[in-house]
């Protein structure tokens, strides 16, 4: 049995974008922080709800003239919900545009904004411009002596690696982030979970899942403590896990571990998003390596119906989904 990184890649980038950057700020303002405690994902309705808020407050906005600096926050919380659904084209173009209007001098922001367009495009599978926006980021990054910041696009760096084969490369720039964000306490709970799935992945693709296995564990508690054990950050290290066991050949941690994360992950984005549909293949061809035909079978019946809604196998769906920004 051969996993396939490149598709546990693109669920791994997605389940951050849906879980890592699940809250946008009121209007005009920041994302708040994560705080400690269970607290509910927002439904699809929920989501779609805060995009016509988002769409009209945009064109509000730039009827009126308001400064780039409000209009940049404004489309760059459009776009982490645009990517919540999965709309990752009309995303796209968000970042885009909140890039542009970047004001001259905010080094911060545009460096923000880079690494949240290039995040989507390693999902997307656009290694090219992922690599050149990391890349320009981590540059205006590493002249600032961010630290913490820098170490966070080593991570990103590592997904890009996987993505190209390039296992060996992906640990490395893993492992230096891993040394950085794993224990500081000024990094975010989420930053401490993200980076130890992302270590675990590339450590997954060098053929060293034994070792991934102990970072997925201690992500996991994390997320069990910090969000709660039904929370959906602990599922999607649950299935991170058993992706792991899977690839050790330790057949029955990795059913344990598969079923609750897509359980939990069902729960959340069980509507028909993309990261769901791609976890469930992945779910149905371990059920069938391991000889369950019907189990298999019946989820390949569901997945038949998801695919009504979604491409199974891209993370590309819904892209063509009219746009409500306002026109250029």
Known sequence: MKLRPIAILALCSSIRMAYGQQAVGSIGQPAPQAVSGETPFPSHAEWIRQIAVYEDALKRAEASHQPDDVRVRLYASLATLYENVARYAQAEDAWKRAIALVPT???????????????????????????????????????????????????????????????????????????????????????????????????????????????????HEIAKGFYGPGSAQAGATEYLLGHAYWQSRDMDAAAEWLERGVEKIKLDLGWGHPIYVNALTEYARFLRERGNEDAASAIEHELRKESQVVDVGSLAANSGASSSLPSR
Not at 130 to 156: C, F, H, M, P, Y
Not at 195 to 208: D, P, S, T, V
């Open 105 to 219: 001098g905010a080094q911060d922001e545009l460096a923000e904004e880079l690494r949240g367009l290039a995040l989507l495009q390693i999902a997307k599978g656009d290694m090219r411009s992922a690599k050149e926006n990391e890349l320009s980021a981590l540059k205006i990054r590493t002249k600032q002596g961010e630290t913490v910041e820098v170490a966070k696009l080593w991570g990103d760096l590592a997904d890009w690696y996987i993505a190209e084969k390039q296992f060996a490369t992906a640990v490395d720039y893993a492992r230096k982030a891993l040394n950085v964000l794993q224990d500081d306490p000024k990094v975010a709970m989420q930053d401490r979970i993200e980076i130890r799935e992302r270590a675990a992945n590339a450590l997954c693709g060098n053929k060293q899942s034994r070792e991934a296995i102990p970072l997925l564990l201690q992500a």
